[in-house]
């Protein structure tokens, strides 16, 4: 895999975007609690590459990362960000456009295991996905 920094791409990238690993209303992170908090301790260092990799990927403008092969959009709005560190991980969520800069919003974590995202990860991200915009409002 490439270098994702700014020089990578030749270009002053414009709207940069954060990603936010959202809490439910207990305040415990979906992705912590269902994935990462899951990692046995060997695993330390795929959980230090998720988040190395998310921040290099963070570099790039919002379209750039589209246009890439790390975000891909599945149905309802809904986002999966692919990553691969050693093993095939992947994140469900959704990009809000209410901000000054792009927010991916994530709502679901997994180990990648067959080639179609479970429907049951897709079902969390939905709820999960209506839960947040009753609360914030609905995304543009």
């Given at each position: 895999m490439g270098d994702l920094s700014d020089s990578s791409l030749g270009t002053t990238l414009p709207d940069l975007w954060t990603v936010d690993f959202a809490s439910g209303?207990?305040?415990i992170c979906y992705a912590d609690k269902e994935f990462l908090d899951g990692l046995h301790?060997?695993?330390h260092v795929t959980f230090e590459r998720v988040f190395d990799r998310i921040n290099r990927v963070t570099a790039w403008d919002i379209d750039s990362v589209f246009r890439s092969h790390y975000l891909?959009?599945?149905d309802n709005g809904l986002?999966?960000?692919r990553l691969s560190v050693g093993s095939e991980v992947r994140f469900l969520g959704f990009v809000s456009y209410d901000a000054p800069s792009p927010i991916l919003y994530i709502v679901c974590g997994f180990r990648k295991k067959s080639q179609a995202i479970p429907d049951r990860h897709?079902?969390?991200a939905l709820e999960r996905k209506q839960l947040i915009e009753s609360i914030r409002g609905p995304t543009k």
């Open positions: 209303p207990d305040g301790s060997q695993d891909k959009p599945i986002v999966e960000l897709i079902r969390h």
